[in-house]
Every structure is written in structure tokens, then in C-alpha cells.
């Protein structure tokens, strides 16, 4: 078994037992749902983010200069997966970024924090778990605004809610890969 699949076999298992629990609650989409993933009680944890941020860095495109997302959800992956990057090619290294909810009320009023970089340069967004891929949609249109490719968001988890998430990542031209489904979890 290689480093890949030793780390996915463990982060799922780590994800079943801290991340997720079945019951009745409300998302942030605004539905209810018998399942609940909390997955920053994985990925605040040293060796979930570690885990976390090998098997997202599989996923991002190989000419991407950055990653990103929305906040709260993709501050400690692009961190992680940055750092990651290093680990694997110390010589062309990914940049990380967060797009602000709102834009910051003081000084600049930037949406966007993070290192410039050049016009047009390709960047991914990462997410913790995908609903309806509301969050990763605006965060994308802000990178695009700024000048920025956006053409890929990854995930950890894909709830899978009737594919809307895949229907609405088509109309906005952007393609979706997980490491996981919610099915694996449950």
C-alpha cells in the first residue's frame, strides 16, 4: 500500500469517528439533513490536516500558482496544501490565498488576502465539504474578477445532494473533484 492510499484509509476513518454525525440539522444551504460533517475537528488536528492536505494537493491541477477558498471553511486546507506543495517540489511551490465573505472594512477593502499573483495565473479552489457549491461559486467569481483562472474546485467531502452541486459547477464552468462522497462515511 502506497503513502496515498495509507493516508486515505486513515483520514476516512478519522473523518467517521471526529467529522461526522447522523441526526437532524440544518446546513448553511439552508436544508435539513440526516447527516452532519464538522470537518475542521479533522483538519485543525496536525495530523488530519497533514493527511488532509497530501490527498487535496492530488487533486489540484499541475499549472495552478495557488489555492484558495472561502473562508472559514478553506483557511487551514490552502495553508496546509501549500505547505504540502513545498514538501513535494521546493522548486515551484504553491501560493495560498483566502476570499474574504465580505470585503475587509478598513484599508484596502480587499476581498481577497494572499500574495499577488500574475494576471491570469491559475488558481484552484479548495473547500472542506460541498453542498450546493454556493461558497466555492463565489469564491471563484471573485478570483475571476481579479483576473484570476479558475477552473477546478476540490473537496474533501461531496455530500452529494441530487448532483446539484455538479449542476451548478457546470453552469459556473468549473469542474468538481473530491477525495471523498458522503456515501464512503456514512
Given at each position: 500500500m502506497n503513502l496515498?492510499?495509507?493516508?486515505?484509509?486513515?483520514?476516512?476513518?478519522?473523518?467517521?469517528e471526529k467529522a461526522y454525525a447522523k441526526g437532524d440539522f440544518k446546513l448553511s444551504s439552508g436544508r435539513n439533513s440526516p447527516h452532519y460533517l464538522n470537518c475542521k475537528n479533522v483538519i485543525?488536528?496536525?495530523?488530519?490536516?497533514?493527511?488532509?492536505?497530501?490527498?487535496?494537493?492530488?487533486?489540484?491541477?499541475?499549472?495552478a500558482?495557488?489555492?484558495?477558498?472561502?473562508?472559514?471553511?478553506?483557511?487551514?486546507?490552502?495553508?496546509?496544501?501549500?505547505?504540502?506543495?513545498?514538501?513535494?517540489d521546493w522548486h515551484d511551490t504553491m501560493s495560498a490565498f483566502i476570499v474574504r465573505k465580505e470585503p475587509k472594512?478598513?484599508?484596502?477593502?480587499?476581498?481577497?488576502?494572499?500574495?499577488?499573483?500574475?494576471?491570469g495565473a491559475k488558481v484552484t479552489i479548495l473547500e472542506d465539504v460541498i453542498t450546493t457549491g454556493g461558497?466555492?461559486?463565489?469564491?471563484?467569481?471573485k478570483l475571476r474578477e481579479a483576473g484570476y483562472t479558475v477552473d477546478r474546485i476540490v473537496t474533501l467531502v461531496d455530500r452529494q445532494e441530487q448532483g446539484e452541486a455538479d449542476i451548478n459547477m457546470c453552469a459556473a464552468k468549473l469542474e468538481l473533484f473530491s477525495v471523498y462522497q458522503l456515501q464512503e462515511l456514512i
Open positions: 496515498h492510499d495509507i493516508y486515505k484509509k486513515q483520514l476516512l476513518k478519522m473523518l467517521k485543525l488536528d496536525g495530523e488530519g490536516l497533514t493527511m488532509a492536505s497530501y490527498l487535496l494537493l492530488g487533486l489540484v491541477e499541475d499549472d500558482k495557488a489555492v484558495g477558498g472561502l473562508t472559514l471553511g478553506a483557511d487551514p486546507l490552502v495553508s496546509g496544501v501549500a505547505i504540502a506543495s513545498y514538501d513535494v472594512g478598513h484599508g484596502t477593502q480587499a476581498w481577497i488576502e494572499g500574495p499577488p499573483l500574475k494576471a461558497s466555492s461559486i463565489k469564491a471563484a467569481l
